[in-house]
């Protein structure tokens, strides 16, 4: 059998790219299976994945810059208004390529996909915009149009942040929405403490340091951390310093038993577990099996024992499980994941605004269907990965308004690090990714009366 060519950097990308749009896969599996499949080197995954994540962070902004040079090309196919798009982000963003490299890299790639006609349109567009210069964005007089084309965010999805949250803030979150994030990691402290796991990462090269917000937490500037042996040992979890927040929000105390109704992959299980010192137990819930998989495999790997997981809908708990028979309840509901924008930026040409509202309703079901379990005093923390009010804040005023034996928990705000109070909101608390540069993300925190 004829072994299939290994493609080039820039060919991978234009593959990855056609693939997210086509099949709507998610782009850090694709990109992860890219990499294995054209054995790309470990100096060139950088360039990679800066190719594919920016000219998806920017296709809006490059489809601006070439539309008025596309004006005579009927129908441009797929793949070359995906090889334009790469090409031009080059041109405009990235300094260490010059023009004359990323377009006859273009040129090569049109030929051998295509054919003569289509590489002399290629070149002829490229070239055409490197004499004529871009099309200005500070043309477009709507200022909610600008800053969508200016950052690449859905008209929908900036009227809606100007209207929740000021011109100001929504210009702050899309603008920091096309910055690569910060890798953190969260230290096992039931096995390692966080200097001596600082110690080890930097003796196996990583350059890591301690996080100034959250006392176990540590952020990597170089290397990435799920490929160390500290990780693999079960020194450490990868998680977003805002994640962190929730198991403080809980607040579980030794010996306590906790239910995660929403738990997969056990990224705030384990941590509530091992803030409670691997005692008493945590029912980590999730509707997947595959996914509850990942559960076990986590609490396995960082030596964590109260950790039960159950393959279960959260909506029917009470066909599973006792009245009041939990001390803490963590829901970190399914979401849109508006505040992760940055790490899967093709997420912001799928969602639509429709979405908001199905997933509201989920989220309060699942809300009204675990909180029976909740014994008498006790807290139930809400959370979500999203910035968006209608997933947030109504969802818990509705809750709160149908379901009077709950009320709002204040001292939310004594259990939060130091650093984190000021943006504590009585009960609630709105993190956005400009705040600190970590994730957005939604924690609410309520209990039940006595
Ligand atoms: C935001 S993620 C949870 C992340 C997790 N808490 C962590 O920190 O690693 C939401 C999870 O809810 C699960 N889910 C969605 N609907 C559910 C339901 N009805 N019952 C249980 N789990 C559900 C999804 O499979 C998904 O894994």
């Not at 509705?398 to 984190?420: G, Q, Y």
């Amino acid at each position: 059998m004829k072994k299939e060519r290994k493609k080039n950097v820039r060919e991978t990308a234009l593959d990855l790219l056609e693939a997210i749009e086509k099949n709507q896969a998610y782009s850090n599996l694709l990109l992860n299976n890219a990499i294995k499949k054209n054995e790309i080197n470990q100096k060139d995954i950088g360039l990679l994945t800066e190719l594919t994540y920016g000219t998806l962070q920017r296709r809006m902004s490059l489809d601006f810059y070439l539309q008025p040079f596309l004006k005579g090309n009927k129908k441009v196919e797929s793949w070359v208004k995906q090889l334009l798009r790469l090409t031009l982000y080059q041109m405009v963003y990235l300094d260490k390529i010059p023009d004359r490299a990323a377009i006859f890299e273009a040129v090569e790639i049109a030929k051998q996909k295509g054919h003569k006609g289509i590489s002399g349109m290629v070149n002829g567009v490229l070239r055409n915009i490197q004499r004529q210069g871009l099309p200005s964005i500070e043309t477009l007089e709507d200022p909610i149009e600008r800053l969508s084309i200016e950052t690449s965010h859905p008209r929908w999805l900036v009227k809606r942040w100007v209207d929740q949250l000021g011109f100001d803030q929504a210009k702050q979150m899309c603008e920091i929405n096309l910055t690569a994030p910060l890798q953190t990691a969260r230290v096992n402290l039931t096995k390692i403490t966080r200097e001596n796991c600082i110690l080890k990462l930097t003796e196996e090269g990583f350059q890591v340091e301690a996080s100034p917000m959250i006392p176990e937490a540590i952020k990597c500037y170089r290397g990435n951390l799920a490929n160390s042996d500290a990780f693999k040992e079960g020194y450490l979890t990868i998680q977003d310093e805002s994640s962190m927040l929730v198991a403080y929000a809980l607040g579980a105390s030794e010996n306590e038993r906790i239910l995660d109704g929403c738990a997969a992959p056990g990224g705030k299980s384990t941590h509530i577990a091992e803030r409670m010192q691997n005692s008493g137990k945590v029912i980590s819930l999730d509707l997947h099996d595959h996914k509850v998989k990942l559960i076990k495999e986590n609490a396995t790997r960082l030596e964590l024992t109260n950790i039960e997981p159950k393959t279960l809908d959260s909506r029917k708990v009470q066909e599973h499980f006792e009245k009041e028979s939990f001390d803490r309840i963590l829901l970190d509901a399914p979401c849109s994941g508006l505040g992760v924008m940055r790490r899967k930026p093709d997420m912001k040409y799928t969602k639509k605004e429709e979405d908001l509202m199905q997933l509201s309703l989920i989220q309060l079901n699942l809300l009204k269907a675990v909180s029976p379990l909740l014994k008498k005093g006790g807290i139930l923390v809400y959370s979500t990965c999203t910035v968006d009010k209608e997933e947030n804040q109504l969802v818990v005023e509705s809750f709160i308004k149908n379901e009077v034996d709950f009320e709002e928990d204040h001292t939310i705000k004594d259990r939060m690090p130091a650093a984190i109070r000021p943006l504590v909101h009585g009960f609630e608390l709105q993190i956005l990714p400009q705040d600190f540069g970590s994730d957005g993300f939604y924690i609410a925190c309520l209990r039940k009366k006595v």
